[in-house]
């Protein structure tokens, strides 16, 4: 007979418990995969974890960090936004009848089509340097990722429900706001979390296009500059500072939104 796996204590696991044990190892692994790599390339070439922490702190250290990272997240967020509402909007359409979701489709396969750099550089040529190009560029790469969480979402509902809601001649707004909503947060929330994830790497993109700040912008051009250590710095501590974000901000909040739905685990999501 097979012994499952987790009833084999290990002192890891003993100590910190098997969630984080598993995070730990799983780092371990990425970080010494990481190593393996830079000792293909020549010295120098691709620098190694202990290279990138030496040149994220020094990054750190002269402050000018956080001005990109600023103007890389508001970017961000602002993008976010508008492909939220956007694929939202469309997400709950496609959902509640069948012309909103003949209406919706060709929109959303046409934008998943389109790879994200290429929307990056048809934006550029739109709008030129600046603040708008990188926004639409992360909107219209993003909403039809968040159109398909929250149509699939709105597929759940009982379709009995919405039409006894309509034989009552309940309004829409009423309908949306006591029905459909409350129903769909779990895809709700999926669709944030999702949607940020693509977010950060489309805006990121954009800036090597479009704009004069951000930290893609600030990686490309150390990478132009054979600063190929301060280049993979600026990504780690994106990574990191998107990382923490998640850990510290977005998780707590699911749990706390969704403490009511104990029987969903909505932590692998």
Known sequence: MATSTRSIPTPLRSTIGDKWAAAIISVVLGLAAWWLVTVIFP????????????ASAELLASGIVWTHMEATFFRTFLGFIGAFFVGGALGIAMGINNFGEHF?????????????????AIT??????????????????????????????????????????????????RLLRRMILPSIAPALFTAVRFGLAISWKIETQAEIFASNSGVGYRAIEAFSRYQYDTAMAWAAVFVVIVFLLEM??????????????????????
């Open 43 to 54: 010295r120098g070439l691709f620098p190694g974890p202990i290279e990138t922490v030496n």
């Open 124 to 173: 550029t040529i739109i709008f030129g340097f600046g603040v708008a190009a990188p926004v639409v560029a992360t909107a219209v790469t993003v909403f039809p990722y968040i159109s398909l969480r929250i149509w699939k979402g709105v597929e759940d509902i009982d379709p009995n429900l919405i039409r006894m809601s309509r034989s009552f001649d309940i309004s829409k707004g």
């Open 104 to 120: 919706s489709t060709p929109i959303i396969i046409i934008a998943l089509s389109v790879p994200g750099i290429a929307w990056a």
């Open 248 to 269: 510290a901000v977005l998780r707590p909040l699911e749990r706390k939104v969704f403490a009511y739905r104990k029987e969903a685990d909505f932590g692998v999501l």
